[in-house]
């Protein structure tokens, strides 16, 4: 039998089943896939913070979702094209964000009285016609996999277990991804246990011969390859792009780097990376707790290394005292937050972007510091090298904004060459810098950066004392002074805005210069506001975007540009932080466009938002 | 009876070229403790010791917490990081950790080391940091005006506690010894001598040494420790820990009990072989533990100088040791190779 193989220009999968399903597992495979295969792409895991919720049930699903395209994307997609669904939690989970018409691959072995139940389906959704408007591919994962590993030695559960690999071989087949990545992939893993290394490869054919050869599936699809800029390209998620970003950062500013943190969600996988990487001459240190963590990360900065602590939202609070020792001591310090659904412990696993005034002000006293957010999950890597540089650079405590979205989102990254980085190295001080020669005024500052000498230990002639004491302008004897004390709240506050001289100026995104609406976003929202401008302009709309990387201080000519246009529309996943923000510093009438469900935006729903605000005008 | 493994605390910090004076420490900051504070003595003593080390001033850097002690590196002229409450375990673990050329000291009080940075404090000794912790005990807060520590004694009465403190003190050594500490020592602020016998064996140790200092706070807590300065009584309360000597005071000598612990008896009463001698270099630190436990509870015996001191990896030198190892198996870290590793693929 001929199939008939039918082109697309992009597609969306999501892979969904219970947390032990193995679905992050699959989707990181199919991913690997289709990078290599040379389509565009974009993923979006969701997953619950238990590691095993109760089997089957609706707080246990996990989920991966895939998009891949003939052309450039700017998200992990609206809505599903094809649902892979390994039990009915996993259907009924997801069925609310299934397009009519879409394919539902669903694992009919699971649809068992019992698990029908277990999520309040009376009768099972795959035998009445509650699915007619959905083209449902019923197909006995479980079953065919036991039987495709009859000729293993494997019990009857850790053949089971082999399902995911099924439908990874199912999926290839549907979608002509190449095969080898994945069976080098296997072989790799079970490197240790072949026999499961063998087993999982043969699941893996025996979905993919099931394509091939059923008749449930008559169609299979074919996606070009996108026409990206020329370069070596690999898949990268956020959080490994950061590590990698400050790796380069040490190396780029010929400091050894020390990373202090304790393990938290979503940003543990960044010390794991950094972990891995000593032959750097990284030092990872698992601290005690939060506090420790930063602690030590400032330690080492007064020893002249590029101290880092990586956390999330709880850890930033903890941290906050340490923070503002690194704002008053004026020492390099980088301060990794991967932002997670809040307040408190909120949810873990779920993104957001409700940090921003906490990165601002949440210290006591005036402590300004600089915050730089990046936009895409590959971005994370110029952004940790860019807070490397502002730190190094201003001696300063430098918030790092990322989110739960681009931590474990990934995309396909050209991967840039060392020598194109920038050099962001500094100068120790050597010798004293008074004006007799002989004496060294640690907090005498740099008249262009205002940014003091940074002397380490070991260095004679140098020795001098420094804390969370307010200190004496010049001298950094301690100081209760009125005058002083106003004059370096003020040094200390300047030293910061002047930053805005030396980043980018905020771009503007206006093809025809005529536009009359503004959409502006930070951070992670980058992806889904630019999908809906293109939708809007697609459609024949006007629509200026700009995207602020720089949260802290702002490019010096972000008034300017908010000024210029009729309308500003200001979509976050917080209550309205950055538009607080501009609000009170530029006069201008934001329009806020929040919504705080742990999820990234969809670009059909701020296509709407924008099409309304323009239809406002 | 246990040999001295450690002598090698000071091997990678870099030794002066010239000879340095009790001077040469002090810096040209105003000391503000009040008139009569143990803390006045204490900084003589580091002051007019740390010369005889022969390091390198700039090698030496003395960071501390918040409390009346923490005001300590500001006059002394070395590196100094005068920090935030509790935490100054934590900022030195990433110095010393990173930097195995400085001899790191943390200066700090039982408040800033025993309750809100108690946490810190046991990891660091459990890590084996290369650190020497000075932990000041004056067994009150002095700095926030005359709140009881947590090594006041029960029923303390204090601003905050005017029926007294219901709080269960700790007692530094046991809480050391417990926490894995591979250097703990107890010496008194009007002892000079013993003192600096005690920051020497401290310095020299490689890891971290934590040295309880009972100070005097002479302004909310006066006499804490009158008994241990009382010529009339100090002799018999004194227990000497020196290693490889009986443990004696002028009249009571410590010996093995008949329930298999320790106790502490007339030395009179006993023969000479019956006295337990010290031997600080033990593995096993339960008879460290047990000699902690013999000022419990009312101060009549006190052990002074070196509970125990044994060798095992710092905290730096194993860190380094994984960078090395890293290095050696898969040679230094090349930035290209990192960004290009695992799959690829080009285009154009």
């Known amino acids: 039998m001929t199939k008939q193989v039918q082109q697309l220009d992009r597609v969306i999968i999501r892979f969904a089943g219970d947390s032990g399903d193995g679905m992050q597992l699959t989707g990181d495979r199919f991913t690997s896939g289709t990078a290599e295969f040379g389509n565009d792409l974009s993923t979006l895991p969701n997953f619950p913070a238990e590691i095993r919720a109760p089997a089957g049930t609706l707080p246990g699903v996990s989920s991966f979702q895939l998009h891949f395209a003939d052309h450039d994307i700017l998200t992990p997609g609206d809505a599903p094209n094809v649902l892979v669904a390994m039990n009915p939690a996993a259907l009924k989970a997801n069925l609310g964000d299934l397009p009519r018409g879409a394919d539902i691959i669903a694992n009919t072995d699971e649809f068992t009285k019992r698990n029908l139940q277990k999520v309040g389906y009376a009768v099972s959704p795959l035998e009445d016609d509650s699915l007619s408007e959905w083209r449902v591919h019923p197909v006995p994962l479980t079953s065919l996999t036991v039987r495709a590993l009859e000729g293993f030695d494997l019990s009857k559960k850790d053949a089971e277990r082999s399902k995911n690999m099924f439908a990874l071989g199912l999926l290839s087949w549907l979608y002509h991804r190449p095969t080898e990545t994945t069976i080098k992939f296997l072989e790799n893993k079970f490197a240790k246990r072949p026999d499961i290394a063998k087993a999982n490869i043969a699941a893996f054919q025996a979905g993919w011969n099931y394509g091939e050869t059923t008749e449930s599936f008559s169609v299979s699809y074919e996606v070009k390859p996108a026409k990206l800029p020329p370069g070596v390209y690999r898949n990268i998620s956020g959080n490994q792009a950061l590590a990698f970003g400050l790796i380069a950062a040490s190396v780029q500013s010929r400091l050894p780097l020390f990373l202090g943190s304790y393990p938290i969600t979503p940003a543990s996988d960044i010390l794991h990376e950094l972990s891995k990487h000593k032959r750097f001459g990284i030092r990872t240190f698992q601290a005690e707790d939060e506090i420790a963590g930063v602690g030590a990360a400032l330690g080492a900065a007064f020893g002249g290394a590029l101290g880092v602590t990586t956390t999330s939202g709880p850890g930033v609070a903890l941290k906050a005292e340490t923070v503002g020792l690194a704002v008053t001591t004026e020492l390099p310090l980088i301060v990794v937050d991967v932002q997670r659904a809040g307040p408190s412990t909120g949810m873990p696993t779920k993104t957001e972007q409700t940090d921003l005034l906490m990165a601002m002000y949440g210290r006591n006293g005036e402590s300004p510091l600089p915050i730089v957010a990046p936009s895409t999950p590959s971005d994370c890597f110029d952004a940790a090298v860019e807070a490397a540089r502002l730190a190094v650079k201003y001696r300063t405590p430098v918030m790092l904004l990322s989110d739960g979205y681009l931590a474990n989102g990934s995309e396909p990254w050209k991967v840039p060459s060392a020598a194109e980085l920038p050099d962001i190295s500094t100068e120790f001080a050597t010798a004293p810098n008074g004006e007799d020669g002989s004496t060294f005024l640690p907090f005498k500052r740099d008249t262009e950066t205002l940014a003091r000498p940074w002397a380490i230990p070991g260095t004679a002639g140098l020795e001098h004392r420094i804390g969370g004491i307010e200190k004496a302008d010049g001298t950094g004897n301690i100081s209760y002074d009125p005058g002083n004390h106003d004059k370096m709240v003020r040094l200390r506050q300047a030293k910061i805005d002047g930053i805005a001289q030396d980043i980018p100026p905020l771009e503007v995104d206006d093809p025809d210069g005529d536009a009359r609406v503004l959409v502006i976003g930070w951070g992670s929202t980058y992806g889904p506001i630019a999908a809906a401008v293109r939708r809007i302009r697609k459609s024949g709309g006007k629509v200026a975007q700009a995207h602020l990387r720089h949260l802290n201080p702002l490019p010096a000519n972000t008034g300017e540009v908010l000024r210029a246009y009729d309308k500003v529309l200001l979509p976050e996943i917080n209550l309205g932080q950055l538009a607080l923000l501009l609000r009170a510093r530029f006069l201008v009438d934001i329009i806020s466009y929040n919504r705080v469900r742990g999820l990234p935006f969809k670009a059909e729903e701020l296509a709407g938002v924008i099409q309304d605000v323009i239809d406002s005008e | ?348």
């Open chain 2, 1 to 348: 009876m246990s040999e001295i493994q450690n002598g090698r605390g000071l091997s990678l910090v870099p030794k002066s070229d010239v000879k340095l004076g009790m001077k040469d420490f002090k810096s040209d900051q105003e000391v503000r403790w009040c008139p009569g504070c143990g803390d006045y003595a204490i900084l003589a003593a580091v002051q007019s010791f740390v010369p005889e080390l022969g390091l390198k001033r700039e090698n030496m850097v003395f960071v501390s917490g918040i409390g009346c002690s923490s005001r300590f590196p500001y006059y002394m002229n070395t590196y100094g990081f005068h920090s935030i409450h509790g935490r100054a375990p934590a900022i030195a673990t990433g110095l010393a950790s990173s930097r195995p050329d400085l001899s790191v000291w943390v200066i700090t009080g039982d408040g800033d080391a025993l309750s809100i940075g108690g946490n810190h404090l046991i990891h660091a000794l459990r890590r084996n940091v290369n650190l020497n912790i000075l932990l000041f005990n004056n067994r009150i807060y002095g700095l926030t005006k005359g709140q009881y520590s947590p090594t006041s004694e029960v029923g303390k009465i204090t601003k905050s506690t005017p029926m007294g403190s219901l709080d269960k003190p700790f007692n530094p050594i046991s809480l050391a010894i417990g926490a894995e500490a591979s250097f703990v020592a107890r010496t008194i602020d009007s002892d000079r001598k013993h003192l600096q016998s005690v920051l020497r064996e401290a310095a020299e140790h490689r890891g971290t040494s934590l040295v309880e200092i009972y100070q005097n706070c002479n302004i909310f807590n006066d006499g804490a420790f009158d008994q241990l300065k009382d010529p009339e009584q100090r002799d018999d309360i004194t227990l000497r820990l020196e290693h490889g000597q009986p443990i004696v005071s002028a009249t009571k000598a410590v010996r093995r009990s008949a329930d298999g612990g320790i106790e502490v008896v007339s030395r009179a009463e006993i023969a000479e072989s019956e006295i337990l001698v010290h031997d600080a270099h033990r593995p096993d630190p339960s008879l460290a533990f047990a000699l902690s436990r013999l000022d419990e509870p009312a101060f009549e015996h006190v052990p002074i100088g070196v509970f125990r001191s044994v060798d095992r990896p710092s905290y730096d030198e194993l860190m380094s040791a994984q960078l090395e190892e890293a290095a050696a198996q898969r040679g230094p870290g090349d930035l290209d190779d990192l960004l290009l590793a695992g799959d690829t693929w080009r285009i154009g």
